[in-house]
Nanobody, 123 residues
């Protein structure tokens, strides 16, 4: 069974940092395109990044996160990380990772989804 499990969310003060994890099981994470999305209450989902399959590069969807968020992958742990720094209240959302067997694509076209992890940025 193909599965993604996210972890690492929580409550953080503005300006703080968090590292989210996306652990894959049942498949080799590096062989898939891996994307991160987030969705805040009452808002449309927003793509954060996508890393291409088979060692592809990572692209960030928005300049507002590009300078603060960093993607890394530990192939030995079959896990991708989303390192977030200088967090702002507007970063509050549920964060999801998703996998597509071949390429980076849109929200509805990923094959495997994590359950989501909540990030709350507040004083």
């Amino acid at each position: 069974q193909l599965q993604l499990v996210e972890s690492g969310g929580g409550l953080v003060h503005p300006g703080g940092s968090l590292r989210l994890s996306c652990a894959a099981s049942g498949f080799t994470l590096g062989s898939y395109a891996i994307a991160w999305f987030r969705q805040a209450p009452g808002k449309h989902h927003e793509q954060i990044s996508c890393t291409g399959s088979s060692g592809g590069s990572t692209s960030y969807a928005d300049d507002s996160v590009k300078d603060r968020f960093t993607i890394s992958t530990d192939n030995a742990k079959n896990t991708q990380y989303l390192q977030m720094s200088s967090l702002k209240p507007e970063d509050t959302a549920t964060y999801y990772c998703a996998a597509n067997r071949f390429w980076c694509t849109t929200w509805g076209s990923y094959d495997v989804w994590g359950q989501g992890t909540q990030v709350t940025v507040a004083s």
